[in-house]
Structure formats: structure tokens, C-alpha cells
């Protein structure tokens, strides 16, 4: 067990060294078009990265929501043959309820691009 | 075999992780993923406690929270984004309106 | 006895949330305040279930869902919150740009929250159900979506409330590593069996409590109160001084109903809470004192008043906290819709100098603010005082004389600061600069003015009715 632990260890701050090792060894000479973001020579188009547009995240709220849900129907599926009409009265009222947030989340124009 | 009592360890560290993260990140979303490192540990440490005694429980217990967590984050998520359009800046310091 | 009707109130809370949100989407209407009509339909509807159940002692889920008669007066205490809030968001709502249906919904999923919080012996189902009720606050406080106010006082309220969240998942992992249990009857057995080390446990709990008083601001957990208070919208503040605080106390009494004196290590979390309750009452009522805005002043009153129900906690005397918290709702509430009558148009009138002369100008409101002013301050012949006088009296019965001293010595403080407001209401002369004009065209707020007068009054002069009802409550535990 401790041997597992003395590699961790051991090859963790090996990995710390030569992150710096860089620093410390190598030598340090800039100039301003070392700075650049490129150093390709010809000049850049753009300053910075461009933020995402924000309906990405929009797209990606509603993913994690309805995405993560589904999670629930794994233990369901392992269950569902003991519980026979039970499991499906229970998810059919589970869904209904994503149903009606999917309804509200496209009525409110969440899934509409422009 | 690695022994429960590491994941537990790993737990505990990650959480720590998180709290110390969560005071010294300024930004919105990086305190935000602090509180969710927070919480994963929180779960790991579930699972790892379930595991020690042998029982399944804790482990349904985690299809929970992270069910919690995801509605967390859908809803943090908006509100960064809320005060994201209203101050074009996410860093902490700019939301000062209220003091005393 | 195992039956579906445990669910019927909690269903019919859900069910109405379900429905706001779709008739919100669906029916694309100019005039949006029937759905807070539809709202208090169900709400009351809720309610007639719960009176139905009284006595009945239901449980489903296996037990996870018991609708013991505490239970029922905690549910039918929400509605009733539920229905002062809606009622006073009709017009204030229209008034200040922010979305109908949205909350109505959001607040019927909150008072769902609340109810399966206040009706599980089984911890995980209690986070759940905070967890329901805190996701909808962060998403309440930010209505006012045009607000930089609000959105600041949603995310406030969002990351401190996750972070809290976080601690006490950690508490309930240890806890249910230590105890194999996330009963709470399972987890006090744990702490009064054995002698073996309970150190696992102990740290779980203190994690626990840490989590719960985020949430019910306790100081030094107290941070974002002021804030989230400050910035949400008024009758979403009133919410969240109220309602809140009422599920998470009621949580507290039943995880500390049988823990008091059982063994060294419960004396422990005894004096963790006796520093907790010694520091909100007095940190909350100085800081009071301090504040010039008439929000902030009601939100570190708030946070004084969890002071002294924590006594009552301590005391272990269930029926003067349950009291406490319904005095409390009605006070507080009244307060905060005398201070939403305080508005017009896309115009709110929270600092203290607004107030000056509004006693003479607007009889109503000024009057009736000034009496539930007293009421908090703790003044006979209302409900505050008899409140009070419950908890402490409990707390002497048990030999905390010194916590009783203490909490004496804060609320007498705290009449300074209420009594602030209302000598600027009745004894000074408005500055002529500030003009204060009120839209008094508000039939709904001053209903509910009039109910919480009600009731601060009943509650403080005749107190006999309501108190045997809490007490058929608590005696059912």
C-alpha cells in the first residue's frame, strides 16, 4: 500500500520540478513582439478570444437539466419488473413533470437561435 | 485494493480544496465550480462511507445530489448570466451595491 | 397508517405550480394576476386537505412522509404565508416590472419545499426538500430581472446558500458514515448508545447545524441576510424573513426533540448552540441600530428574532417556538406589507427618512406599521410580547437563566431601533426635498394588513384557541 503511495508522491514532485525547472534554468530574454499572442509575424485579425454567444449557454442549462434527469431512469429500469404498474404510474408522473418544464422552456422561446 | 479509507481521505482533501478555492478565486464562475468541487466531494465521501459499512444506501443517496447539484448549477448558472448582462463583468468586487 | 392522502396537500401545492407555469406559457394574456388567483386556489385547497388529515396521522413512502398534526400546523402555517405573499405581490409585481407567473410558481414550489421538510423524520428527504425551497429562493430574489439590486441579491443568496448546501452534505455524509442512519431517530440513538469515540458524528452534526443556520441566518452565518434582503423584491423579502426560518426552526425541533441530556457529547452541541443563540441575539439587535434603511433594519431584526426561537430550541419547549414562529409570521409580514404600501410606480420608499410624518400623512399604513413595530419590539398587549414571554419563561423553567438574561437585555436594544421608525413617523416633519407620495389603490395589501393586525392582536390578547392547537400539535410527537 505504501509503495502505491511513495509513487504518488515521488512522481508528483518530480512533475512539480520540472514545471519550474523551466523557469529557473531557462533563460529569459523578451521583446515586444515576443509578447504577442502569435508569434507568426504577420499581424493578428482579432484581440481577444470572442465570448461565446450567450445562447450556448442557454442550450447548455436545459442539457444539464434534462440531461442529469434521465440519470433517474437507470435504478427504475432495474426495478421495473418487480414493480409493474406502480414503476409506470410513478414515472409517468415523473415525466409528466419534465414534460410540462419542456413545454414551458420552448413556450418561453429558450430553443428558438435568433 | 486501495482501502476505503483513501477515497474518504481524497474526500476530505477535495472539499478542503474547495472551501480554500471558494475564499480566494474572485471570479463568479470559478467560486462556483469551487461550491460544485465542494459538493462532489461531499459525494464521494457518501460513497465511500456506504462502501465502509456495506450498506447500498448511500449510494442512492448520491443519485440525489447530484440531481440537487445539477438544478444548482442550471440555476446559479442563469444568475451568473443575469449579472453578466447587467455589469459585463463577472468579477466579485463589482457587486457592491449594498453595504453597511 | 400508510396512505396516499399523506401526499394530497403537498400534491395539490405541486399540482398548482405545475399549472401557473403552464397557463403562464399558454395563454398569452395582457393582465397576468388571475394566476395569482389560481395560486391561492390550490393554496387554499392545500389547506382544506390538511385540515382533513388532522389527527389522522398518514405517512407514505415508507415512512419518509409522516403528516403528524406538527406537521399539518407547519403546513397550514406556509399557506398562510404563502397566501399574505401572493396577495401582496399582485400589484407590486406589475408595479415593478418582473414576471407573473414565474412567481406564483416558484413561490408554490418553495412552500412545497417547506412541506417535505417539515414532514420527513429522514434527513435526506429534509435536504431535499431545502434544497426544493432554496432553489426557488435564488431564482425569487432575482425577479426584478431589470434590477441590478436583485440580480445582485440572488447571486449572493446563490453562492453562499450552495456553499452552505455543500457543508451540510459533508455533515450528512459523516453522519450517516457514523450513525448507518439518516433517521433522525436512527442518529440520536447513535449519540445515546455506547461509549464508543462519537467524534465522526459530532463533527457531522456541527457541519449539519452549520448548514442549517446558513440558512435560517444565524450569526455568525448571517453575511448575506442584509443583502439578499435588501436587494430581493419586497414581498419576496417578507418571504424569505419568514417562511424559511419558520421550516428550518421546525427541522431544528425535531432533530433536538430528545437529544438534550442524553449524554457528554450532546451537552457538547448544547453550548455550540448556546454561543450560536447568545451572538445572533445581540450581534443582530447592535448592528440594528446602525442601519438607516428600513429593509436592512427588518432584515437584522430577522436575524435577532432567530436569536431568541433558538432559546426556545434550547429549552427543548416545543410548544413556545411553534407559538414564537406564528406571532413571528405575523408580525413580520405585516411589517414588510406596511413597508411594500410604501411605493408607487416603479418607486420604492425604504430609507428612514422617507418615513418622516408618514403616521399622520397615511393613517393606515403608518398606523398599522407602527403596531407591528411594537409587536416585534416585544410590547404588550401583542403578540410579540406573550411570544417572548413563552420562550423565556420556558427557558427560566429549565435553569437557562443566564441565556434568558441575555436575550432580556437584546430585545430591550432592540426597542430603540423599532421605536426609531416609528418616532420618524409620528414626531418629525418631512424634509421638504423629499417628497413622499404613496399609490394607496391597493385593495389586496391592505387585507393583509388587516389579517396580520388580526392576528398580532388575537395572538397577543387571546391567545387560549391557537395555543391549543399548538399544543394538540406538539403532544402528537
Same mark, same amino acid.
Given at each position: ?114 | ?100 | ?69 406538527? %406537521? ?66 435564488? %431564482? ?165 428574532? %432567530? ?27 405585516? %411589517? ?142
Amino acid at each position: 500500500m505504501i509503495e502505491i503511495f511513495l509513487v504518488f508522491v515521488v512522481f508528483g514532485l518530480l512533475g512539480l520540478v520540472l514545471i519550474f525547472m523551466n523557469r529557473f534554468l531557462g533563460p529569459s530574454r523578451s521583446n515586444p513582439n515576443k509578447e504577442k499572442p502569435f508569434e507568426c509575424g504577420s499581424p493578428y485579425l482579432q484581440k481577444d478570444i470572442n465570448p461565446f454567444p450567450i445562447k450556448f449557454y442557454l442550450v447548455a442549462f436545459l442539457f444539464l437539466l434534462f440531461d442529469i434527469e434521465v440519470a433517474f431512469f437507470f435504478p427504475w429500469a432495474l426495478v421495473f419488473k418487480e414493480m409493474k404498474v406502480t414503476a409506470l404510474v410513478v414515472m409517468a408522473a415523473y415525466l409528466s413533470v419534465l414534460v410540462i418544464g419542456f413545454v414551458y422552456a420552448w413556450k418561453k422561446g429558450a430553443f428558438e437561435w435568433e | 485494493m486501495i482501502p476505503v479509507s483513501y477515497f474518504f481521505g481524497l474526500s476530505l482533501l477535495l472539499f478542503a480544496l474547495g472551501i480554500i478555492a471558494f475564499f480566494i478565486k474572485r471570479d463568479l464562475i470559478t467560486m462556483f465550480m469551487a461550491v460544485e468541487v465542494m459538493l462532489n466531494a461531499a459525494n464521494l465521501a457518501f460513497i465511500s462511507l456506504a462502501k465502509a459499512s456495506g450498506s447500498l444506501s448511500g449510494q442512492v443517496i448520491v443519485f440525489f445530489i447530484i440531481t440537487v447539484a445539477a438544478a444548482e448549477a442550471a440555476i446559479g448558472l442563469a444568475i451568473i448570466l443575469l449579472v453578466f448582462r447587467q455589469k459585463k463583468t463577472i468579477k466579485v468586487e463589482e457587486f457592491r451595491l449594498m453595504k453597511g | 397508517m400508510n396512505n396516499l392522502a399523506a401526499l394530497s396537500p403537498l400534491l395539490c401545492v405541486v399540482l398548482g405550480a405545475l399549472l401557473v407555469l403552464l397557463l403562464e406559457v399558454l395563454f398569452n394574456k395582457e393582465n397576468k394576476s388571475y394566476l395569482g388567483y389560481v395560486s391561492l386556489a390550490f393554496l387554499a385547497g392545500g389547506a382544506a386537505l390538511c385540515v382533513r388529515s388532522w389527527n389522522k396521522l398518514y405517512s407514505f413512502f415508507n415512512g419518509t412522509l409522516i403528516l403528524d398534526n406538527l %406537521a399539518l400546523f407547519f403546513f397550514l402555517l406556509f399557506s398562510l404565508a404563502g397566501a399574505f405573499i401572493i396577495l401582496l405581490s399582485l400589484k407590486y409585481i406589475s408595479d415593478q416590472e418582473a414576471n407573473h407567473g414565474e412567481l406564483y410558481s416558484l413561490l408554490l414550489l418553495a412552500l412545497s419545499g417547506m412541506m417535505i421538510m417539515v414532514s420527513s423524520p429522514d434527513l435526506l428527504v429534509i435536504f431535499l426538500g431545502l434544497e426544493v425551497l432554496s432553489v426557488s429562493c435564488y %431564482a425569487l430574489a432575482g425577479l426584478k430581472r431589470k434590477d441590478e439590486k436583485s440580480a445582485e441579491a440572488a447571486l449572493k443568496y446563490f453562492l453562499l446558500g450552495s456553499f452552505a448546501s455543500a457543508f451540510l452534505v459533508l455533515g450528512l455524509a459523516l453522519l450517516y458514515g457514523a450513525a448507518h442512519s439518516m433517521v433522525i431517530s436512527g442518529i440520536i440513538e447513535y449519540f445515546q448508545a455506547g461509549t464508543a469515540s462519537k467524534t465522526m458524528g459530532l463533527i457531522g452534526l456541527g457541519l449539519v447545524i452549520v448548514g442549517f443556520a446558513f440558512k435560517i441566518a444565524l450569526v455568525p452565518f448571517h453575511m448575506w441576510t442584509p443583502d439578499v434582503y435588501e436587494g430581493a423584491p419586497t414581498p419576496m423579502t417578507a418571504f424569505f424573513s419568514v417562511a424559511p426560518k419558520s421550516a428550518g426552526f421546525a427541522v431544528l425541533l425535531r432533530i433536538f426533540l430528545d437529544f438534550w441530556g442524553a449524554s457528554a457529547e450532546t451537552e457538547f452541541v448544547f453550548w455550540a448552540l448556546w454561543v450560536l443563540s447568545v451572538l445572533t441575539m445581540v450581534v443582530g439587535n447592535l448592528i440594528a441600530l446602525r442601519q438607516t434603511n428600513v429593509k436592512r433594519i427588518l432584515a437584522y431584526s430577522s436575524i435577532a428574532h %432567530a436569536g431568541y426561537m433558538l432559546v426556545a430550541v434550547l429549552a427543548g419547549d416545543q410548544s413556545s417556538l411553534v407559538f414564537y414562529l406564528t406571532a413571528y409570521l405575523f408580525m413580520n409580514v405585516g %411589517a414588510f406589507a406596511a413597508l411594500i404600501g410604501m411605493s408607487k410606480k416603479g418607486k420604492e420608499y425604504n430609507e428612514l427618512e422617507d418615513f418622516a410624518g408618514i403616521g399622520f400623512k397615511y393613517p393606515w399604513i403608518g398606523g398599522t406599521f407602527a403596531v407591528f413595530l411594537i409587536s416585534l419590539a416585544g410590547f404588550p398587549p401583542t403578540a410579540g410580547f406573550l411570544a417572548k414571554f413563552y420562550v423565556f419563561s420556558a427557558a427560566v423553567r429549565v435553569g437557562l437563566v443566564p441565556l434568558v438574561v441575555i436575550g432580556v437585555l437584546a430585545s430591550l436594544i432592540s426597542v430603540f431601533y423599532y421605536l426609531r421608525i416609528v418616532v420618524a413617523m409620528y414626531m418629525r416633519e418631512p424634509s421638504p426635498d423629499r417628497e413622499v407620495t404613496i399609490d394607496q389603490e391597493n385593495p389586496a395589501l391592505f387585507l393583509v394588513l388587516f389579517l396580520c393586525l388580526y392576528g398580532v392582536l388575537q395572538l397577543g390578547i387571546f391567545p387560549g384557541n391557537i395555543l391549543t392547537i399548538i399544543r394538540m400539535a406538539v403532544s402528537f410527537l
